[in-house]
C-alpha cells in the first residue's frame, strides 16, 4: 500500500458514522488476535514496524474534527507520531495458556482508542506455552472496513521469515503541520458548499434524464419498502439479544480446514459462504434449543456485511460496505436440509439484489448535514450508555429497556485473507482471528477470516449475555463435522447435474 489519491483526507459519511456512533461500552475498532510459533522480542517488533509503517499512512494520521460539525472530520498528519506511542509488550504468566491470553487480550479491546493520535494500537503477548507469542491489533472502524484492515495488517508482515525489510522512505516523511481553526473551518466550510453542489449537479442530471430519475427513484422506493417489510418482522428472541452490551467481552475460536469447506461446497453446490452460514446458523439453533427458548416459529436473521468495493478501489482504505441479512430457521435442522434452505435464502437475496439497494439507502445519508448526524449520534450514545448502567444493577431492568429483540441476532462478516503462511519479525503466524464490535443489544457477534488454507472463526461475545461463548463454539464445531459427514454421503452436485441430463436425454428419445 502506498500514499496516493486513494487516500481521502475527508472521511466518508459512513466513515464517519462509526465515530458519531462510538459509546464506551460499544468501541467501534476492528480488532485481529494472531499467534505466532517462537518468541517475538519486543525491540524486534518495533524496529520491524518501524521499517514498514510507511506503507500504512493512514497509521501516521489523527482525526481532526471540523469546528462545529460543518464536514466530516479529516485525517491529517500528526506532527507527535511515533510507534512507540501505538505499540505496547505484556508479559504473561509462564507457560500461559490460549485461554488466559485471551482473557487478557479481551481486557485490552475493550477499551476505546484515543482520538488525540492515531487511531490504533499493536499489543504484544509473551510467555504463551510452547514458547509462542500473540499479537492483538485494534484498528478504529472509521478508518478501515474488513478488507481493508486486513489488507494493513499483511502488509504489515512478510512472505518469508528472512525476508528483507522495504526500502526506506524516499524522501523521509516529514508531518504536515496540524492545521488550526481558521483553517480547519475554511475547509470545513468549502466541504459543505462542494457537497451541495454535488448533490445539485446530480440533482440537474436526474432532472435531465427523466429515465434515470425514474429509475433511481423506483429503485430507491423498492429498496426501502424492502427494508421497511424486513425490519417489521418478528426474530427469535435469543438471549444474546436481551440487554444492553456492558464494556465486557469474552471470546472463543476455532479454525476448519478450509479444504474441507470447498469439499462440502463441491458435493452440495452452493458457495464457501453457505458453508458458513449453514454451520453459524444451526450451531445458533442448537444453543438456542439448549437453553430451552422457543422460536414461535420466528427465524434468526443474520446482518452480513457486503463489499462494494469496485476494482479501481482496490487499496483504498475506509468503508465500502453494505449489508444483507438473510432469514434462516432458529431451531435446529438436519444438516442438508440446513444446508439447502441456506442457499435457497442467499440465492434469493441476490436475485432481488438487496445488498444493492441497502448501498442506495446508505448513500442517503450523504444528504444529511454532519452537525446534525454527530449531534442525535451523541444524544443517542448518551442515552444508551446512561440506559446501560442502570441495567447492570438489575439483569430484571436490563430486559425492560432493551424491550423487543433488536433488527438481527447477530453481524458474521466473512473476510477472504492470504492463503500462504505469513511471518512478522521472522515468526510464522498460526492462528489469524478477527474480533467484530459489538454494540447496543448485539451481544454476540462473529468474524470469519481465512488464512493459509484454514477459515478461523472468533465468536465475540458479551459475557452477561451469552456467558457459555466456549459451548457456542462446541455447537458450531459440531455442526461443521455433520454437515461434512453428510456432504461425504451425498450424491455430488455434478453428479446430480449429470443423471439429470441423462434423464432429460433417455426422454427425449422416448418422445421421438
Request: aromatic share 8%; hydrophobic share 45%; glycine share 6%.
Given at each position: 500500500m502506498a500514499e496516493g489519491s486513494k487516500l481521502a483526507r475527508r472521511l466518508s459519511t459512513q466513515d464517519a458514522s462509526f465515530l458519531y456512533n462510538e459509546t464506551a461500552n460499544g468501541p467501534l475498532h476492528i480488532g485481529v488476535l494472531q499467534t505466532f510459533e517462537g518468541e517475538i522480542e519486543p525491540e524486534?517488533?518495533?524496529?520491524?514496524?518501524?521499517?514498514?509503517?510507511?506503507?500504512?499512512?493512514?497509521?501516521?494520521?489523527?482525526?481532526?474534527?471540523?469546528?462545529?460539525?460543518?464536514?466530516?472530520?479529516?485525517?491529517?498528519?500528526?506532527?507527535?507520531?511515533?510507534?512507540?506511542?501505538?505499540?505496547?509488550?505484556?508479559?504473561?504468566?509462564?507457560?500461559?495458556?490460549?485461554?488466559?491470553?485471551?482473557?487478557?487480550?479481551?481486557?485490552?479491546?475493550?477499551?476505546?482508542?484515543?482520538?488525540?493520535?492515531?487511531?490504533?494500537?499493536?499489543?504484544?503477548?509473551?510467555?504463551?506455552?510452547?514458547?509462542?507469542?500473540?499479537?492483538?491489533?485494534?484498528?478504529?472502524?472509521?478508518?478501515?472496513?474488513?478488507?481493508?484492515?486486513?489488507?494493513?495488517i499483511s502488509a504489515a508482515m512478510d512472505l518469508r521469515p528472512d525476508a528483507h525489510a522495504p526500502?526506506?522512505?524516499?524522501?523521509?516523511?516529514?508531518?504536515?503541520?496540524?492545521?488550526?481553526?481558521?483553517r480547519s473551518l475554511l475547509d470545513a466550510a468549502a466541504a459543505l458548499v462542494r457537497s451541495r453542489l454535488d448533490e445539485m449537479g446530480e440533482a440537474g442530471r436526474l432532472l435531465g434524464s427523466p429515465a434515470d430519475l425514474a429509475e433511481r427513484s423506483a429503485?430507491?422506493?423498492?429498496?426501502?419498502?424492502?427494508?421497511?417489510?424486513?425490519?417489521?418482522?418478528?426474530?427469535?428472541a435469543a438471549p444474546w439479544n436481551a440487554g444492553l452490551v456492558s464494556h465486557s467481552r469474552s471470546l472463543a475460536y476455532l479454525g476448519v480446514s478450509f479444504g474441507d469447506l470447498r469439499a462440502i461446497r463441491g458435493s452440495l453446490g452452493g458457495t464457501v459462504n453457505d458453508v458458513v452460514l449453514t454451520i453459524l446458523s444451526e450451531g445458533a439453533a442448537r444453543y438456542l434449543k439448549h437453553h430451552k427458548?422457543?422460536?414461535?416459529g420466528f427465524p434468526l436473521r443474520i446482518g452480513c456485511p457486503v463489499s462494494v468495493r469496485r476494482e479501481s478501489e482496490s487499496g483504498a482504505m475506509g468503508?465500502?460496505?453494505?449489508?444483507?441479512?438473510?432469514e434462516l430457521m432458529a431451531t435446529p435442522m438436519d444438516p442438508i436440509e440446513r444446508y439447502r434452505s441456506v442457499v435457497l435464502e442467499t440465492e434469493r437475496i441476490k436475485a432481488a439484489r438487496e445488498p444493492q439497494g441497502m448501498d442506495l439507502l446508505v448513500a442517503t445519508a450523504d444528504a444529511v448535514a454532519p452537525s446534525l448526524q454527530g449531534l442525535s449520534s451523541r444524544m443517542a450514545a448518551t442515552a444508551l450508555d446512561a440506559a446501560t448502567?442502570?441495567?447492570?444493577?438489575?439483569?430484571?431492568?436490563?430486559?425492560?429497556?432493551?424491550?423487543?429483540?433488536?433488527?438481527?441476532?447477530?453481524?458474521?462478516?466473512?473476510?477472504?485473507?492470504?492463503?500462504?503462511?505469513?511471518?512478522?519479525a521472522g515468526r510464522r503466524m498460526r492462528d489469524f482471528v478477527g474480533l467484530v464490535p459489538l454494540a447496543g443489544t448485539l451481544g454476540y457477534g462473529v468474524a470469519i477470516v481465512s488464512y493459509n488454507q484454514r477459515l478461523f472463526f472468533g465468536l465475540m461475545a458479551e459475557p452477561r449475555m451469552m456467558p457459555d461463548v466456549e459451548f457456542m463454539k462446541s455447537c458450531i464445531a459440531d455442526s461443521f463435522e455433520e454437515l461434512k459427514a453428510a456432504a461425504l454421503n451425498a450424491v455430488p452436485v455434478e453428479e446430480r447435474l449429470a443423471r439429470a441430463a441423462e434423464q432429460v436425454m433417455k426422454r427425449d428419445s422416448a418422445m421421438t
Open positions: 524486534r517488533l518495533t524496529e520491524h514496524f518501524a521499517r514498514r509503517v510507511h506503507l500504512l499512512p493512514r497509521f501516521r494520521q489523527r482525526v481532526v474534527f471540523a469546528p462545529f460539525n460543518l464536514a466530516h472530520a479529516t485525517l491529517e498528519d500528526d506532527p507527535d507520531f511515533a510507534p512507540s506511542n501505538h505499540i505496547w509488550h505484556h508479559v504473561l504468566p509462564r507457560r500461559c495458556t490460549d485461554a488466559e491470553m485471551t482473557e487478557a487480550a479481551m481486557r485490552l479491546n475493550e477499551t476505546m482508542l484515543e482520538r488525540n493520535r492515531p487511531l490504533w494500537e499493536l499489543h504484544l503477548f509473551g510467555g504463551l506455552e510452547g514458547g509462542r507469542s500473540a499479537l492483538l491489533w485494534k484498528i478504529h472502524h472509521s478508518i478501515v472496513d474488513g478488507v481493508s484492515a486486513l489488507q494493513v526500502a526506506p522512505e524516499e524522501p523521509p516523511w516529514s508531518p504536515q503541520k496540524l492545521p488550526d481553526t481558521s429503485a430507491m422506493a423498492a429498496a426501502a419498502a424492502q427494508m421497511l417489510q424486513m425490519m417489521s418482522r418478528p426474530i427469535v427458548v422457543a422460536s414461535h468503508n465500502r460496505v453494505s449489508m444483507m441479512f438473510p448502567r442502570l441495567s447492570e444493577l438489575s439483569g430484571g431492568i436490563a430486559r425492560i429497556i432493551a424491550g423487543a429483540p433488536t433488527g438481527i441476532n447477530f453481524v458474521a462478516t466473512n473476510v477472504p485473507g492470504p492463503q500462504v503462511p505469513l511471518y512478522f
